[in-house]
């Protein structure tokens, strides 16, 4: 990671409340800017509390936790034992009780053993209790692959979350996205399911932390949860991505540029809640449109896309809406996850497919 | 178990320090009890006998709770509720989970604990709505620390654990009584929040009652530790066996672990021993897995009839105080089942509203079909066409 010396993150080196202006952006990492996340949002709010496997002193296998035990102790950041849904179901207790707790699931696919609680108690209780008891609880989950992980690491979960109604499904693809959502999802009073790329977590933008949090703290972030943004503006045809697979889609999009092709790409941020009108509008515009998301594609968050768009968009279409995905296979050890993962030229063969002879 | 410390945990072994198995965390080795069935006083060094006053008070809710289960049970055979899991036979472990916990502390109860839960002093019609079939939760879990009902096995656990564990790091007095069954034993949240309870060293009393069924499935066939109480010590927390059907013994030991919790020594494990005197529901059918006989054994042990023989011999208990708690529990009944055979009013339009703290768009549009298709059905029939064939004709 890129140390940026400016930023009053969890590192210890920041002086907590203290955010002077500044003139110039600074670089960030994506995982800088969510432990920045992590660490604004425990010191504006007191309830706030962060645990899970290697969270504490270690500052979590991807560091994202950097630093918080030692800024705010072990009562606000620390780790448990060794058990998902121990983590999940105390996480249920501590939010019926006062608290937001923001879990870390280590990888996505050692989140599994939480699933009946996140499921039966995380996403029905709210609705169980009319709404008298809110679980405002972030479920944060290293996600997806192209980090050439062993088994069990790689996994693209979002399909199992967001197919349980009354949880909120996130998935950030740029830096200041990772510090706006993770912010935004810890004041939700809705259980979140973060998802934050493995892949992005090195990635870097000019941004001043400091600035994005005085922008979130004033109350002049544009609300993330739900809408979709427009990536790349195109009138062509459509590429509607989220997560990972947002840069990929962008290249595609910047190599079909130089074809002749002008791509829009829309980066959905929100799976759930999903931001109908951003997509609607824009497949209504370009008359054409692909899905790229790295799950599996079968009964996958991208099938759902296809169908949403095939509703409302089928008097625009030129062409069938087509998908991009995962195949329909467990996750490929690291040597062959390059077989597998949406690419460049796959996308682009997807385009060249969608009817552009009539 | 209130011998149990923290000291006594620690040993050393060739020098290095070791945690040592403290055989104080181990339950005594029958279960504990005050009063045996033929209504005598059966003294035990470690528990002193609940007062005269607090048996008595706890012994009218003992008569109300009975007279809950048989009205829920009328109820049901009545079709006016879905179904409900009797706590018949257990209710001096349903009462006396409820009566040992202060305002300031929580109950978890699980689909059985229905007598539990109105002993604390939730509303029975709100209680019942979860059985009735009208909502999955009836009553606010905050107006008196109640949490719902739990239907899967053992998860309410961790959510003791994380009230517990919340009111802890606020520095509050909070106790958590988190009920389970011998069933849920077996399941690994049980063995996640002990766990968990153990090492953030939080205010939870785990209670077991062991009513020696899982639906059909035999304690035998669950486990083949010497107790479920013996699981306690495991995880670094004491536990304690006691007479399930023995009010007095459940007060004094379920008490003794409510007071340990409250003065900051940490979570532990009681197991009651009772019996569930009738099918796992009314949708069960227990002939198939257990004989008349083995039920028979346990009509003697009944928990009602030994309290009332105790304080009846004592004079604890006079005739005019017997028809006065006759008649509660018949008010109770009254309302049971006046509000039972009064249709809630149930709102459709509910199903979307509490999904997520502000409606999606997706749920907009669902509850606006949903209220349309309503509206059509209650318009006048247009002649010649059936409802189905008119929706159809519009899709």
């Known amino acids: 990671m890129t140390q940026t010396t400016e930023a009053p993150v969890a590192d210890g080196t920041g002086q907590p409340g203290a955010t002077p202006t500044r003139t110039a952006p600074t670089t960030s ?36 936790t950097d630093g918080l035990t ?80 062993v088994e069990h690491h790689c996994d693209s979960s979002e399909a199992y979350y967001a197919h349980t109604p009354g949880l909120t499904v996130l998935a950030p693809a740029t830096v200041r996205d990772a510090y706006f959502m993770l912010r935004e999802a810890i ?84 799976i759930v809640p999903f931001d109908d009108g951003t997509v609607t509008e824009s497949v209504r515009r370009t008359g054409r449109a692909v899905v790229v998301a790295e799950a599996p594609g079968f009964a996958s968050v991208a099938s759902e896309i296809v169908a949403r768009v095939q509703e409302r968009c089928f008097h625009s279409l030129a062409a069938p809406v087509l998908r991009v995905t995962g195949f329909d296979i467990p996750f490929p050890s690291p040597k062959l996850e390059h077989f597998y993962l949406p690419s460049v030229d796959r996308i682009l063969d997807a385009v060249d497919a969608l009817q552009w002879e009539a | 178990m209130s011998t149990a410390t923290n000291e006594g945990h ?32 059966t003294p035990d060094d470690r528990y002193p006998l609940p007062s005269g006053e607090e048996l008595l008070g706890a012994y009218g809710r003992l008569v109300s709770g009975r007279r809950i289960n048989d009205q829920a049970n009328a109820l049901v055979r009545q079709g006016r509720m879905a179904v409900y899991p009797s706590s018949h036979g257990q209710e001096a472990c349903q009462v006396a989970a409820a009566v040992v916990l202060g305002e300031e502390d929580w109950l978890f109860p699980t689909y059985r604990d229905t007598v539990a ?122 536990g304690e066996r006691v007479d399930g059907n023995d009010l007095a013994a459940l007060l004094a030991v379920l008490g003794s672990a409510v007071s340990r919790a409250r003065d900051g020594g940490g979570p532990s494990l009681v197991e009651a021993h009772t019996y569930r005197m009738q099918a796992h529901t009314n949708a069960d059918d ?93 318009a006048p029939a247009d002649p010649g066409v059936t409802g189905n064939t008119t929706k159809e004709n519009q899709r």
């Open chain 2, 286 to 378: 227990a002939t198939r897995y257990r004989s008349a006989d083995d039920v028979e054994r346990w009509i003697p042990k009944d928990p009602l009839v030994r309290m009332r023989t105790y304080l009846k011999g004592l004079d604890l208990l006079t005739d005019e105080a017997e028809t006065e708690l006759a008649a509660a529990a018949d008010t109770i009944a009254s309302v049971i089942r006046k509000g039972l055979n009064t249709d809630a009013r149930i709102d459709p339009a509910e199903l979307f509203e509490y999904v997520y703290a502000e409606k999606t768009s997706q749920l907009r549009e669902q509850a606006e079909q949903l209220r349309e298709e309503l509206a059509r059905d209650a």
């Open chain 2, 117 to 238: 839960v109105v002993t604390r002093g939730v509303d029975p019609l709100e209680v019942f709505t979860l059985l009735r079939g009208d909502w999955h939760s009836g009553y606010d879990p905050y107006e008196h620390r109640v949490a719902t009902q739990a239907t899967p096995l053992a998860t309410q656990l961790l959510h003791a654990v994380g009230v517990a564990h919340a009111a802890k790091l606020r520095g509050e007095s909070t106790v958590v009584l988190a009920m389970c069954g011998d069933g849920a034993t077996s399941e690994g949240d049980f063995h996640e929040a002990l766990n968990f309870a153990a090492v953030f060293h939080v205010p939870v009393v785990f209670f077991i009652q062991n009513n020696e069924f899982a639906i059909s499935v035999p304690l035998t066939s669950q486990t083949v530790a010497p107790s479920l109480a013996h699981k306690a010590i495991g995880y670094g927390m004491p």
């Open chain 1, 70 to 149: 030692a800024r705010f102790g072990e009562e606000r950041c620390f780790d448990t034992p060794l058990a998902e849904a121990g983590i999940m179901g105390m996480a249920v207790g501590m939010a019926m009780n006062g608290m937001r707790p923001v879990v870390e699931m280590q990888f996505d696919a050692f989140a599994y053993p939480a699933f009946e609680q996140v499921v039966s108690h995380v996403a029905k209780m709210p609705n169980r209790t009319k709404g008298r008891v809110r679980l405002p609880i972030v479920i944060r989950i290293p996600y997806a692959g192209g980090i050439g992980g």
């Open chain 1, 29 to 64: 990492t994506f995982a800088k800017a969510l432990n920045a996340a992590l660490a604004d949002a425990m010191e504006t709010d007191p309830a706030v509390l962060m645990f899970g496997e290697d969270v504490g002193p270690l500052g979590g296998v991807f560091r994202i």
């Open chain 2, 10 to 41: 620690e040993g050393v072994l060739d020098g290095v320090r070791t945690r040592t198995a403290d055989s104080a965390l181990l339950p005594s080795a029958q279960p504990v009890q005050l009063v045996d069935p033929e209504g005598r006083h």
């Open chain 1, 187 to 270: 004041a939700s009073p809705d259980p979140v399911v973060f998802l934050e790329p493995k892949k992005l977590y090195w990635s870097k933008e000019e941004v001043d932390l400091a600035e994005l949090r005085r922008t979130f703290d004033d109350g002049e972030a544009p609300r993330r949860i739900g809408r979709a943004v427009v990536a790349r503006a195109g009138t062509d045809a459509t590429l509607i991505s989220y997560g990972p697979s947002v840069p990929t889609a962008l290249a595609a999009a910047a190599a079909a540029a130089e074809e002749g092709r002008s791509i829009e790409v829309i980066d959905l941020r929100s």
